[in-house]
């Protein structure tokens, strides 16, 4: 399997931007990740790409993402990318064994929070977003209530990383695609 053919998988099941954006956001914070600690970088990438490949057929916990991974395996998914979408959700009881596993869930939610955090900044851009937004906008419970900050924390010290170091690595691997998430704003790089 490579890119193409789970951005092909992507696009067969899901129609929301923001959702795709969601996913082609935890994709870069994988590479980074995958790059960081020498992993293979293509799988840790097609995981991140792949991991809420179901939502828009399945929006519920208890088909999501459970009632995917067959179709993951219709399409040739390798197993180990299926057990780290499976993993990604508390819900499922397929503990996180592999660092791969620990880095979808630690990336997953924290990605919502920074684009929300840059979408309400001036210059609606990663450009110039810097932990000590998030870290002020962490503090508002009721800002992007959605994101579980006790979640986004646990997963972090899971993954073996402090929280705000991780919150400023998935800032940059966000940087790196800020034009496709959207999120270039008003700043030229």
Not at 37 to 59: A, K, N, Q, S
Not at 83 to 110: F, N, W
Request: aromatic share 6%.
């Amino acid at each position: 399997m490579n890119r193409s053919e789970a951005l092909a998988i992507v696009n067969q099941y899901i129609r929301n931007e923001n959702l795709v954006r969601h996913m082609l956001a935890v994709e870069a914070a994988m590479r980074f990740y995958a790059e960081k600690y020498g992993e293979d970088i293509e799988t840790w990438g097609m995981t991140g790409l792949l991991h809420d490949f179901d939502w828009e057929i399945h929006p519920t916990l208890e088909q999501h993402p459970q009632a995917g991974a067959p179709l993951l395996a219709q399409h040739n998914v390798p197993a180990a990318i299926i057990r780290a979408v499976l993993s990604h959700a508390d819900h499922t009881g397929v503990p996180r064994q592999s660092r791969m596993e620990k880095a979808l869930y630690a990336c997953d939610e924290i990605t919502g929070l920074i684009t929300a955090v840059a979408l309400v900044r001036p210059s609606r851009s990663l450009y110039d977003l810097e932990v000590s937004s998030i870290k002020k906008k962490w503090k508002d419970r009721s800002f992007a209530a959605g994101a579980n900050r006790d979640e986004i924390t646990r997963a972090a010290e899971e993954f073996g990383l402090p929280l705000w170091e991780h919150v400023e690595n998935v800032i940059q691997a966000m940087r790196r695609i800020a034009p496709q998430l959207g999120l270039s704003g008003n700043i030229t790089p």
